[in-house]
């Protein structure tokens, strides 16, 4: 287990909300809805400004607010995010000067990326999370923020739902709830966002749009990009993970214990085991030299 990252307060009542947070967390029958509600509620009564600064194992440090059910559950465990993930993006340095956090919500993976790569580029579709995307990376030279929903094709305008009481649940479409946000975004293509022949590290989670974004990135997949996507618990038929065994010269992998290539939609869907998880893979084409360091780099003891 990797040790347990340094937190800073950004106050006195940052400090004590998190307090109070972290015994609300340790008892036995809250479970993540239950942990959400107690957070929103809780946070009615303190500063909206009390947040923590988690110290990333690469340098950086990404600000959590408390009134962030979701990403204040890490803070609270103190360990590295999507232990996988990171492997992953580590054993990549060298091999690629490019990153890409496609979907990067608050800029967790930027601000991990950033000292690792020359060049980060951040795409978030929702506004106000953008908002705090900008805060994370403003300070980093080499991050590149753009507020888009990544898609097949460029400068399209797409509706975009921010639901109420989970940021992490947004995404394209207009089935939004009578407490959701809807705003208007524009789109891009990875295509049309990395330059032609550039060979990068792609982190993509756009809830739901996954397909729509690989077919926006045929061109940067057989330039040697390589694919961290996900692919949810809840979804049977392994949607993204099939489109992209159907693509000539693309390979898949399991990413959960190192790197294991997957064949199939039923060796896809076994690596799944609950429904409410998002389960990340990795697919490049096989020509790749980015993916041949990368499976280099888990094959090594």
Known sequence: MADKQALTFTSSGAKAQYIVLMGLFRLAFLN?????????????????????????????????????????????????????????????RGHTDVFCDLGANKGYWSVFAAPLFRKVFAVEASSATFKILAENTGHLSGVSRRWAAIYAKSDEELSFVNVHNSHASARLGDDAGSSDNTETV??????????????????????????????????????????????????????????LLGLTGIRVYSVQNGLKQLHSVDEVLAQKGEKYTGYNFLAGHKDSALLAGVLEGFAKP
């Open 186 to 243: 524009q789109t891009i293509a990875i295509d049309d966002l990395l330059p032609a022949k550039t060979m990068a590290l792609i982190k993509l989670d756009v809830e739901g749009a996954e397909i729509s974004a690989i077919n926006g990135a045929r061109r940067t997949l057989l330039d040697g990009s390589v694919l961290i996507y996900e692919d949810h618990g809840s979804d049977m038929a392994c949607a993204p993970s099939a489109h």
């Open 32 to 92: 993540r809805y239950l942990f959400g509600i107690f957070t929103r509620m809780l946070a009615r009564f303190c500063a909206s400004e009390n947040a923590v600064l988690l110290s990333l194992s690469t340098g950086g440090q990404f600000k959590i607010y408390l009134n962030d059910a979701y990403w204040t559950r890490f803070a609270l465990y103190r360990n590295d995010y999507e232990l996988e993930v990171g492997a992953i993006i580590q054993k990549a």
